[in-house]
């Protein structure tokens, strides 16, 4: 049966020799599978108690530099270690590499062996913790939406990621001839992700050429956000093996609509639906609308971690089904916030903001820690808005860039009470440097413009 592993089942496939690796990894602040291959021996003998990582690991940028200005790690202190900390609960077989099997860690403080508060899973964690304190669990699921493109990765990076061509030629949405030409790709995907104990529903093509997206079931929330990162860097993975590149950067071409990852959402108490009311309008309780107010009343403050760089900004267009309005809506894809499920156990909340970058354990937690806010201060939900969101003047604005999304982050008196300051200084200090590296480079369309007519 496809599925997780036990600690016990890990052992015995070990013992005959069906796995030699295991990979012990965490998850960085980019969302990103970090951390060890060790031979398996190793690992159930020793280190499945623990090992250690530098520190600098959860202060870094995309392109793994050591940026100044952090108050958790830096030079002065000399890089020290982190601990990683296995979760056995989620050893799983990676059936599209060969005799192994992964495991995701906890990172803990190396000399209190507390949870580094910065770590993504820890941050997500605390805030599930909080939500289980008045009675309820998060149910999550997000949408994975990526691009396939016609040559390799190592192709495209030699050619200076230049005259990218993605691997169909026309709009795909639900389109089945042409996702039937990438099922080399996309049959390992379900297969492989089914077979790690991932929740797949399917895959489908999506509203550009060579766009997909992969759809997991909803599960709570820790786990969709291991499944997310899992199925993630299987994606890119699958698709190296196969010749091609995946690519989840949000927007790769300015006349190409982008990439997003939407994040469904609902709280359950006793194993029943909270957000349902049956004698409610849309089957809405009076709690999902205190929920849903306080996500959208605080979206502003935490759209960094939705979208946390600079290219995440060009993705929010007009036109394009990426929001750039904070209110709700009935099943209408124009607005920020979307009511699904009306009239069902399934009503829940889509936040369609989030980009096919963020990081899934930020992002559901700081989305959890505004629905508590509204539920914990009564917060009002005010009407839905109908008819095309892009064309409301009054509806409030998802911060345009990643300047204006820092300052909202670093100034936020909510995010400082629930996150703390330090998380907030760590993440504010992540955006800054982001701004900075993109603002020491000279582009391509600086040089087109300018070059003759400046």
Known sequence: ??????????????????????LVCFVDMQGRLTGKRFHAVNFVETAFKETHCCNYLLATDLEMATPDGYASTNWESGYGDYIMAPDLSTIRPVPWLE???????????????????????????????????????????????FFLFEKSLDEIRKSG????????????DYHIFQTT????????????????????????????????????RYAPALDCADHHSIAKHAIKEIAWQNGRAASFLPKWAKDRVGSSSHVHQSLWKDGEAAFYDKSAK??????????????????????????????????????????????????????????????????????????????????????????????????????????????????????????????????????????????VDH????????QEEFDRVVTDWEIARGFERA
């Not at 937690?365 to 892009?390: F, R, S």
Request: glycine fraction near 8%; include cysteine; charged fraction near 25%.
């Open 181 to 216: 030409k990438e099922e080399d790709v996309m049959r390992p995907i379900r297969n492989h992700l089914f077979a790690a104990g991932l929740p797949i529903e399917n895959t489908k093509g999506e509203a550009e050429a060579g766009q997909a997206e992969l759809n997991i």
């Open 99 to 145: 005799g192994t099997a992964l495991v995701l860690c906890d990172v803990l403080d190396h000399h209190t062996h507390e949870p580094v508060p910065h770590s993504p899973r820890a941050i997500l964690k605390k805030q599930i913790a909080r939500l289980e304190a008045l009675g309820y669990e998060a149910k999550m699921a997000t949408e994975l939406e």
């Open 282 to 423: 849309y089957g809405k309780s009076e709690l999902m609308g205190r929920y849903m107010a306080g996500l959208i009343n605080y979206a502003p403050d935490y759209t960094y971690f939705l979208a946390p760089y600079v290219n995440s900004y060009k993705r929010f267009s007009k036109g394009t089904f990426a929001p750039t309005k904070t209110v709700w809506s009935v099943d209408n894809r124009t607005a920020g916030f979307r009511l699904c499920g009306e009239d069902s156990k399934g009503v829940r909340v889509e936040c369609r903001i989030g980009g096919s970058d963020l990081n899934p354990y930020l992002a559901q937690a700081v989305m959890i820690a505004a629905g508590i806010k509204g539920i914990e201060d009564k917060m009002e939900l005010a009407p839905p808005t109908t008819g095309d969101v892009y064309q409301d003047a009054k509806a409030q604005d998802i911060p345009q860039t990643l300047r204006a999304a820092t300052e909202t982050l670093r100034g936020s008196k909510f995010l400082r009470d629930v996150l703390g300051d330090d998380v």
């Open 161 to 172: 990621f230049r005259d990218l061509q993605p691997f169909s030629s026309y709009n795909e």
């Open 427 to 434: 993440y504010t200090r992540a955006a800054e440097w982001e």
């Open 1 to 22: 049966m496809p599925g997780t592993l036990s600690f016990d089942d890990l052992k015995t496939r070990v013992s005959d020799g069906s796995i030699d690796t295991v």
